[in-house]
């Protein structure tokens, strides 16, 4: 009963550095989605992808990469980590979207929180 | 654009008291849905409710109920009985077309942090 697991917990990096994080959802979903939460601000989509091999920007997409080559796998990363990058960052899953305007729940994983010094 | 208020930053209550969480919402859209994800303090969020605009029925789940106005855009959110379980940090949220493939991101508000007091 995993649901949408996110790694690492926790990590610090020094700027500059560069990581990966890793979501793996194991409810065959075809959506994934990468947010970061900072404080007062909500979350915030930084990349989506509709399906395996496919990604497209969110809505604060600048410093970060991603790549979804396995359809349970979708990875976040920061080439050159920056002190703005520092938050919690959270992966989301849904099914597939029955319609045009229907809409499939998110499902959320524990999050992983960055700092970056 | 999109946009979901949570006026309120932070409530304290005594255990047993009811609370009410607000949440005003703005869109365009005709049809959108409207969520409530509880973050407790491990960290996690955690689905609570989906409601689409066309259904204004209240609904209620145990001490859970959910009061959607379309007339005020509003989605409001009551504990009643509250336990110290129920201290979290509490999002509404409102779907947002993001593409042509029917999928969309959430719009969250900035949350509600709610503490019961023992």
């Known amino acids: 009963n995993a649901g949408v697991t996110q790694t690492p917990k926790f990590r610090v990096l020094k700027t500059g550095q560069s990581m990966t994080l890793l979501c793996a959802q194991d409810?065959?979903?075809?959506?994934m989605y990468w947010y970061r939460q900072d404080p007062g601000m909500g979350l915030r989509l930084i990349h989506y992808?509709?399906?395996?091999?496919?990604?497209a920007k969110g809505e604060v997409p600048d410093g970060y990469n991603v790549s979804r080559l396995k359809k349970q796998n979708f990875l976040l990363g920061l080439e050159s980590a920056a002190p703005s990058q520092t938050s919690v960052y959270f992966c989301?899953?849904?099914?597939?979207?029955?319609?045009?305007?229907?809409?499939?729940?998110?499902?959320f994983g524990a999050g992983t929180r960055l700092s970056v010094l | 654009a999109q946009k979901v208020t949570q006026a309120q930053t932070e409530i304290s209550v005594v255990e047993k008291e009811d609370v009410t969480l607000d949440c005003v919402y703005e869109?365009?859209?005709?049809?959108?849905?409207l969520f409530w994800y509880k973050q407790p303090p491990s960290g996690e969020l955690v689905f609570l409710i989906r409601?689409?605009?066309?259904?204004?029925q209240n609904e209620i789940s145990g001490r859970y109920s959910w009061n959607f106005q379309k007339s005020t855009s509003s989605f409001n959110f009551t504990i009643t009985a509250s336990q110290v379980v129920d201290s979290a940090v509490y999002f509404c949220?409102?779907?947002?077309?993001?593409?042509?493939?029917?999928?969309?991101?959430?719009?969250f508000g900035t949350g509600t942090r709610l503490t019961i007091i023992p």
């Open positions: 989301a899953s849904s099914l597939t979207a029955l319609g045009v305007r229907t809409s499939s729940i998110q499902y």
């Open positions: 409810m065959n979903h075809e959506y």
């Open positions: 992808s509709v399906g395996e091999g496919t990604t």
């Open positions: 869109t365009r859209d005709t049809t959108y849905y």
């Open positions: 409601r689409n605009s066309f259904d204004e």
């Open positions: 949220a409102l779907s947002d077309p993001i593409s042509n493939f029917g999928n969309e991101k959430l719009t």
